[in-house]
């Protein structure tokens, strides 16, 4: 059978699709048998570029999947009509279609209440799925597979009228991704688990899309909602920074070198930044920002769910509950920070800027007026375990800064007893940049170059744009939806995950709104307000400003 499977995942490669005779190869597998092509980070550029068939049907073995021989799968988006629809998820259909990474006998299903004609909504969803010359053919082979179904999200037999288009496909497995207002999602899921889930052996996957509630409270009424419809394994809360290539080689970074597991503690390191940073403000869609604000948008989920992979100890296995455990409890362990330990700004207009930065957030008119929301904020939160004790994990995110940038940054304490002269002896840091130019490197020192014995500050480095130059960089979103079909939850948000991030969060949102604390202004373009650098020092940051990452435009921590 092996042999047979690597037969035809070599024909699937010259056709870019991965036929039903390879997947029903594959079920027959063991997921311990190892499959061609998989080749680890000392792989020569030409092994590592595989990433159509071979690449997936790797990742296939490690997470075995249950489709089933012939199988037939209908992924369906509600609201289908939505923006996150149209620049996201059709074009992340599309890529992995294209690709030949998705199950044989695959079809697409678009539900909103739009009357949208399959015409119309394809011209809606082109500008964004960057299909390349030579492709047509295969774009009208992607949108033969699909349909759309216009209705109500709370009349029951608009859902039966779903039900029957997806029943048209056969007995199905069914994949519903919720890209939906939160004003409608209750009834949206309750007619879903009413009327239009599987039967039989097959399955049924519900992908919800965040905001998940606005506090605590708000999302414990979600999870139990959820909670009475549907199985946790049935329910898949994305996350799509969980699916950049980054922040999931934290994983391999930390568990997979014995370099790092003796150092990785508050004996040796002084403090841990994680930096979101945006050079843009919110371009008219400040109504929507408004009621959420920095924090929620992008702290409580994405930084947080990245803390917890920095922080969380090693697993028993790569078994998606393992690794999930381990992130709760490094949650579990977080007190919620005060506001000493919180540091909240607004952007201001740049009067010498040119465009958008010359507006401030006040100035864009769908903000209203007055507004005290943070466009900036940097929290420090600890982990109090015997691991990190004393170690402060610095978030920091902002629209309208300097930089697009996504990085984590572990700073080391300083050399005992420096013998070298002139403070040239800088702290080491380990820097994992998500965002823009993957990469990972080291900052250290090295003698400069010369007859001297003097220390300057270098770096071990491993960019990607260097290291793997002919690789394709799969977008987050790809991921996980290929993580959806094959029944993979490693990177998607468990419920008292979600629970203990707005457990930690939800006292400091709850203040801010009751006290309503003025922001701190900073100018569009500039890294934040001053008194955040001042914070940095506060919890055992150190920036000296001297060293530049020679793969950036900056040398801005």
Same mark, same amino acid.
């Given at each position: ?52 068939? !071979? ?17 037939? &799968? ?17 074009? @992340? ?13 695959? $079809? ?57 288009? +997806?029943?048209? *496909? ?18 949206? @899921? ?13 399955? @049924?996957?519900?992908?919800?899309? *965040? ?27 994305? !996350? ?33 930044? +994680? ?43 790569? &078994? ?14 977080? &007190? ?18 040119? /465009?958008?930065?010359?507006?401030? $957030? ?19 939160? &600890? ?12 978030? %920091? ?15 080391? %304490? ?7 002269? /002139? ?19 080291? *900052? ?45 939850? +490693? ?35 500039? %890294? ?14 150190? $920036? ?14």
């Amino acid at each position: 059978m092996y042999k047979k499977f690597k037969q035809l995942v070599r024909a699937d490669k010259s056709s870019g699709h991965v036929s039903e005779q390879a997947f029903s190869a594959k079920s027959q597998l063991s997921p311990e048998v190892p499959l061609p092509g998989r080749s680890g980070p000392t792989s020569t550029n030409k092994m590592a570029s595989i990433v159509s068939a !071979d690449e997936v049907l790797s990742k296939i073995r490690d997470e075995v999947v249950h489709e089933g021989h012939g199988a037939s &799968h209908v992924f369906l988006i509600m609201g289908a009509s939505g923006d996150l629809a149209k620049k996201k998820i059709y074009p @992340t259909l599309w890529w992995l279609f294209r690709d030949g990474l998705l199950p044989p006998k695959t $079809y697409f299903i678009g539900y909103a209440r739009s009357k949208l004609s399959m015409p119309a909504l394809q011209k809606n969803c082109l500008p964004y799925m960057k299909v390349k010359e030579g492709e047509e053919d295969k774009v009208k082979a992607f949108f033969k597979l699909n349909d759309y179904v216009a209705g109500s999200y709370d009349k029951t037999e608009d859902f039966m009228r779903l039900n029957k288009a +997806i029943e048209e *496909k056969g007995s199905c497995n069914r994949l519903f991704y919720l890209a939906l207002p939160p004003s409608v999602f209750e009834t949206v @899921t309750l007619n879903l688990k009413a009327v239009c889930m599987s039967k039989g052996d097959k399955w @049924t996957r519900i992908v919800v899309e *965040k905001p998940f509630g606005r506090d605590l409270a708000s999302s414990n009424r979600l999870s139990n909602h959820l909670a009475a419809l549907f199985k946790e394994e049935e329910l898949y809360r994305i !996350d799509h920074y969980l699916g950049k290539e980054m922040v999931q080689n934290l994983m391999v970074l930390r568990f997979g070198n014995r370099i790092f597991s003796p150092i990785w503690n508050r004996d040796n390191i002084a403090s841990v930044v +994680i930096s979101f940073k945006e050079p843009f403000g919110t371009q008219g869609r400040g109504g929507y920002f408004d009621e959420f604000g920095i924090l929620r948008d992008v702290m409580q989920n994405h930084l947080l769910q990245i803390l917890t992979l920095v922080a969380m100890e090693k697993p028993p296995s790569t &078994h998606a509950e393992d690794i999930r455990n381990e992130k709760v409890k490094v949650l579990k362990s977080i &007190h919620s920070p005060n506001m000493e330990d919180v540091v909240l700004g607004q952007y201001v207009g740049d009067p010498n800027g040119s /465009g958008d930065a010359k507006d401030g $957030y006040l100035d864009d008119p769908t903000v209203p007026k007055g507004s005290v929301t943070p466009t900036f904020a940097t929290v420090a939160l &600890h982990v109090q375990n015997e691991r990190w004790d004393g170690v402060p994990f610095i978030l %920091r995110c902002g629209k309208a800064l300097n930089e697009r940038k996504a990085e984590v940054r572990v700073q080391f %304490r300083d050399v005992a007893g420096d013998i070298f002269p /002139g403070g040239e002896v800088k702290r080491n840091e380990l820097v994992i940049r998500v965002q823009p130019s993957e990469a990972i490197y080291m *900052k250290m020192m090295a003698k400069t170059p010369g007859m001297s014995i003097n220390a300057e500050e270098s770096e071990l480095d491993l960019t990607y744009g260097s290291r793997y130059k002919d690789v394709k960089m799969p977008d987050a979103y790809e991921r996980l939806i290929l993580d959806v079909f094959m029944g993979s939850q +490693i990177h998607f948000v468990r419920s008292d995950e979600l629970y203990e991030a707005w457990r930690i969060f939800t006292p400091l949102l709850h203040h801010i709104e009751k006290e309503k604390p003025k922001p701190i202004p900073y100018v569009y373009g500039s %890294r934040g307000p001053p008194e955040s650098d001042e914070f940095f020092k506060k919890f055992n940051f150190t $920036y000296s400003g001297t060293y530049k990452w020679p793969h950036s435009n900056s040398s801005k921590m």
